[in-house]
């Protein structure tokens, strides 16, 4: 590997850490915000609004996200009728737009489609976009309910779902959103409402140029942990991503908002110090896998005795592709600047492991630190069960019910991917699909539901998913892998509250420090590598023996 590549990689890391301590200064001041003047527009906006406690908020969620399934899948099959449609698409499929609809409410963003040759702009901008902002907002203030749910004391009040959502949409997400949307034009992103161009090249062949508002999606599709393409191949499109720079910003705009989250957490829980063992947690991992990877990359293939070009963007260079795809996928965000399928078989695996281990090396805004949080809680079970006392967790008993929530939210992604995956594999309705055969084909089908049921998005690559097959069982997977997750966290949260904290003696484990710290990497590290450990030996890792010719 170039120095200069492993300097960028660096440069850009360290940026994106100090940007995440502005931003997290930023997002607790929005889920803090007080209007001065009761009574007035901004007031009634903010302000004005009455507490609920874990059932009503967890109501609030699930029925958000039902009727934003419902008004996306809508528009996405009546487009040929809605306005901003210059090249006339017509409407969606059922199947599809279900998948589509699911896919960008739960915050997954999967494409089983290619964006300029299937939605209108209408779709994108009303439909797609605004559901980014949205769901977006609903996994930080899933992540809020649950650290006001440990600050409580002996309260059944966990916040207001909807004045959470405004916040967090109009006082955060979206002037940060307009920002990044304007330094993304300055690079020569497009943003504009124009028909697609016919443009000759000079052998005279004609080539159509799509054109769009893709500025202003790219950003809230990378800030928000979304990562939908506006274009079919992503930010690996030159109007998506045509710099350098362009390519820096996205990256630090990946993992901007997660890294920002753990800091968030401990102060809104009152346990900074706490927020930021989870900040170290997660930086560690997300540094060893990158690491992992990039040697694994740049090891090579034997045969070409060199690193593997094919399936890289050439203007960044195999190192940031690397870095795009260890940071999307352990970030939730699923957006890609390469093929993942043209990594090495040992870093496309790294690059699936990041998903299968719960996305919480980082995660996606909210959720990695509600998922890491399931971890936490089990972490500590485990210790207590060690020392021969009851656990506690930031001074809260941790009993027999919270134990059950937390495995519950944690099993449920790995019983949907294993589940689906295992069916795929073996019958013509998954087997047809795949490009190819053999390890690689089993790599294809186990990203693909480790996507969905994680709620990244990303492609393997190489699988045609637009099947009334995968877009059905993709679509439960994503949407049981979504609130599957949220259900016993929030319930998690209303048990908390409604607990006092006891007083820290002699006795009581620490969830903070080095021991927590190795701890929690250890039971992530178990429940997420070993549960998928045969897996990973039958795709990627047998792979990389059969390049190896062993």
């Not at 930080?140 to 002996?154: E, H, P, S, T």
């Not at 052998?203 to 079919?232: C, E, V």
């Not at 293939?301 to 050439?314: C, H, R, T, V, Y």
């Not at 949907?416 to 390890?439: D, R, Y």
Request: charge should be positive; hydrophobic fraction near 55%.
């Amino acid at each position: 590997m170039l120095s200069g590549e492993l300097f960028w990689i660096c440069a850009l890391l360290l940026v994106a850490i100090l940007l995440a301590t502005i931003c997290a200064k930023w997002l607790v001041w929005a889920l803090s915000f007080t209007p001065k003047r009761p009574g007035s527009l901004i007031s009634r906006a903010f302000g004005d609004y009455e507490p609920m406690n874990w059932k009503t908020y967890l109501a609030s969620v699930l029925v958000f996200g039902f009727l934003g399934i419902i008004i996306l899948a809508t528009i996405l099959m009546t487009q040929g009728f809605l306005p901003l449609n210059p090249m006339n698409l017509p409407g969606v499929p059922f199947d599809l737009a279900l998948n589509t609809a699911v896919s960008f409410v739960t915050n997954t963003n999967w494409q089983a489609y290619s964006g300029e040759n299937t939605l209108s702009y209408f779709s994108q901008m009303v439909g797609l976009g605004t559901q980014n902002f949205l769901s977006a907002a609903t996994g930080i203030a899933v992540m809020a309910a649950l650290a006001r749910g440990i600050a409580n004391q002996q309260e059944r009040s966990l916040g207001n779902f909807w004045q959470d959502l405004a916040r967090l949409t109009f006082l955060f997400l979206l002037p940060l959103s307009i920002i990044v949307a304007v330094l993304l034009v300055s690079q020569g992103v497009i943003q504009n409402l124009s028909a697609y161009l016919t443009a000759t090249g000079i052998d005279r062949a004609t080539q159509i140029l799509p054109m769009g508002p893709a500025a202003s999606q790219i950003a809230i599709k990378q800030l928000g942990s979304n990562g939908g393409g506006f274009f079919g191949v992503n930010s690996a499109h030159p109007f998506e991503n045509p710099t350098f720079f362009s390519n820096a910003i996205q990256t630090i705009a990946i993992i901007l908002i997660p890294m920002a989250c753990p800091l968030v957490f401990g102060v809104l829980s009152g346990a900074r110090r706490h927020g930021r063992t989870l900040f170290r947690v997660m930086f560690v991992m997300l540094a060893v896998l990158l690491g992992l990877s990039l040697v694994a990359e740049f090891s090579g293939n034997p045969s070409l005795q060199s690193a593997i070009l094919e399936g890289k963007e050439m203007r960044f260079g195999a190192g940031l592709s690397v870095l795009w795809s260890v940071i999307t996928t352990a970030s939730s965000n699923g957006s890609v600047n390469a093929m993942i399928s043209s990594l090495s078989p040992l870093a496309g695996g790294i690059a699936l492991l990041n998903i299968m281990l719960g996305e919480v090396v980082f995660g996606g805004v909210g959720s990695g630190v509600y998922g890491m949080f399931l971890f936490a809680v089990l972490t500590v079970f485990i210790a207590g069960l060690m020392v021969g006392r009851s656990p506690e967790f930031l001074g809260k008993k941790i009993e027999a019910a919270e134990i059950k929530l937390a495995v519950i939210g944690v099993l449920i992604p790995s019983v949907l991917i294993l589940t689906f995956s295992a069916f795929a594999s073996v019958s013509k309705l998954g087997l047809n699909s795949v490009s190819h055969p053999g390890a690689h084909g089993l790599s294809e089908i186990l990203y693909a539901f480790s996507s969905a049921a994680g709620n990244n998005g990303s492609a393997f690559g190489g699988l045609n998913a637009n099947t009334k097959f995968y877009n059905y069982a993709l679509a439960f997977s994503m949407f049981v892998g979504r609130y599957g997750v949220i259900a016993p966290v929030i319930a998690l949260a209303g048990l908390l509250s409604c607990k006092r904290s006891v007083p820290s003696s002699a006795g009581t484990f620490p969830v903070s420090g080095v021991l927590f710290s190795t701890l929690l990497v250890g039971v992530v590290l178990i429940v997420g590598a070993l549960t998928f450990f045969p897996a990973l030996t039958l795709g990627p890792v047998a792979e990389h023996l059969m390049m190896l010719g062993k």
